[in-house]
Each structure stands twice: as C-alpha cells, then as structure tokens.
C-alpha cells in the first residue's frame, strides 16, 4: 500500500513512521510513506500558503491553489483521495477494514481555521476522527493510517485480530499477565483452568457485561442470542452457572497463591 500525506508539517511524521509496527510493516514493504508538504506548490510571490477569509472572520484559511496543486502532482486514477475534516463523515472500524484494501490512499491534512471550501470536490471523500477540533489534520492521518496498515496482511499477527473492540459490535474482553495477585486483585480461576471453550465463553460474556457498561450506545444495536440472554441473566443474578464451576474445578490447578 502506498499512503501519501499532504501537510504543512511533514516533519510531524517521522516519528511515526520510524516506530514500532509502523516501522517494521515499512521494513517489510507492506507500506510505503510519501510526505509532500504543500508549501512546495504555493505561486503566492511570498510563499504564503493561507490567508484572512473573504468575509471576514478569526483566523487564517488554507488557499485552494497550493492544496490543488499538490494534489494534482502527487496522484493518479488509481488513487484514493481522502481530506481530514470535521465535516467528514466519523472514522469507525467498518471504515478501516475498507480502507485496508485500497492499493493507493492519499491523506490531506488541513491546518488553521480551515480549507477554502472549492478544495472539497476534488477529493473522494471526507472523513473525521469524531465530534471534536483538532489543529490540523496531521493526527488524524496518523491515527487512520495506524488502523489501516494492522489490517494489511502481515504487519502483525493474525491471531491479534481475532475478537477485536468494534469488529462484530463488542468491545474487547478483560485481559490479565501474572502475577496471580495485584494488589489485592486476583486473575479469575477460570483462566487457569485449561478449559478453552469455557474460557471462550467467559470471555464472551465480558464483551457483553464490558460493552453494556461502558458503550451502551453500541450494546443497543447489538443483536442479542438466546445463549446471550442466558448468560447476561444469570451474571445479573449473581449465578455461577454449571459450565463455569466445572471448568474451575475440572481445570488445571497452577495458580500462584
């Protein structure tokens, strides 16, 4: 995938690209970075690259001509023009996993009190990291970029993407590295038990208990089991239902008291 960034700022990038998973799905030539700072393109005699907005108003407005200009240089046909804006429509999973398969995706990043609205046509689409003002698009590039590039095949492991926060609705379940006892917390038994499909089940009810607690917006359209309801019903009412006293006690005794 080759993802270009059109910035005031390329310079906010370099860490980013340099660390960490990012890094290694360069080195592997999963991902290619180009960094095109629109300034570069300005013909204002100054190099100015914004200016007040006509009308009036607070602030300085980035100038159709060097953002266009930019972007007619560096893409092509097969290029997926994507402007970071507040206008756009809100960056979820769903929006990552269809990003992930384009082959070529270009990022414009704003700045100041905005983008000379006539830019708007050239691009796909728009797209917002959610209801909140940044100081310029660079973050968002950065933080849709990461979501993207550990879809790709091979950036990391696929096991990790397996029951991921937002892939089918639900938030992730709780997750525990020794020692047995935290300050007074203990990892449940059951983990040690051996018992993967009690185990699997557990943790299915914690998507469940985890996400309608703290993201009831997204446990109300989530689509509810019969197996689902049982399992809530009984953790509401304080059960321990068979299958879980089972696994504890049929389970593999290796916990670290």
Same mark, same amino acid.
């Not at 270009?4 to 991902?31: E, H, N, W, Y």
């Not at 907005?53 to 407005?61: D, F, K, N, S, W």
């Given at each position: ?21 990012? !890094? ?23 190099? =100015? ?11 300085? %407005?980035?100038? $159709? ?15 997926? !023009? ?58 968002? $590039?950065? %933080? ?5 590039? =550990? ?60 996400? =309608? ?6 446990? $109300? ?15 509401? $009412? ?17 916990? !670290?008291?």
């Amino acid at each position: 995938m080759k993802i270009t960034i059109l910035t005031l700022f390329p310079d906010m990038f370099t860490g980013f690209t340099s660390q960490s998973i990012i !890094k290694r799905a360069i080195d592997k030539g999963l991902v290619s970075f180009y960094m095109v700072n629109i300034r570069d393109y300005t013909t204002d005699r100054y190099g =100015r690259v914004d200016t007040p907005p006509i009308g009036g108003g607070a602030g300085l %407005v980035m100038k $159709a001509q060097p953002f266009v200009s930019a972007l007619n240089a560096v893409s092509s046909e097969h290029t997926h !023009k994507v402007l970071l804006a507040p206008t756009g429509k809100p960056f979820t999973q769903t929006e990552a996993h269809r990003l992930s398969n384009k082959d070529e995706l270009l990022f414009a990043c704003g700045h100041y009190e905005g983008i000379d609205a006539r830019v708007e046509p050239y691009f796909d689409e728009q797209i917002s990291l959610g209801d909140f003002i940044l100081t310029g698009g660079e973050l968002g $590039a950065m %933080v849709i970029s990461d979501a993207i590039i =550990r879809l790709i095949p091979g950036a990391i492991e696929t096991t990790s993407l397996d029951l991921e926060s937002f892939d089918d609705g639900l938030l992730e379940y709780p997750q525990y590295t020794e020692p047995y006892e935290f300050e007074g917390e203990k990892v449940p038994s059951l983990l040690y038990s051996g018992h993967h499909e009690a185990i699997n089940k557990w943790r299915h009810l914690m998507r469940l208990v985890t996400t =309608r607690e703290l993201r009831p917006d997204l446990f $109300a359209k989530y689509k509810l089991t019969k197996q689902d309801k049982k399992l809530l019903d009984d953790h509401d $009412a304080g059960i321990h239902p068979k299958w879980l006293l089972e696994a504890i006690n049929n389970g593999h005794k290796f916990m !670290k008291e």
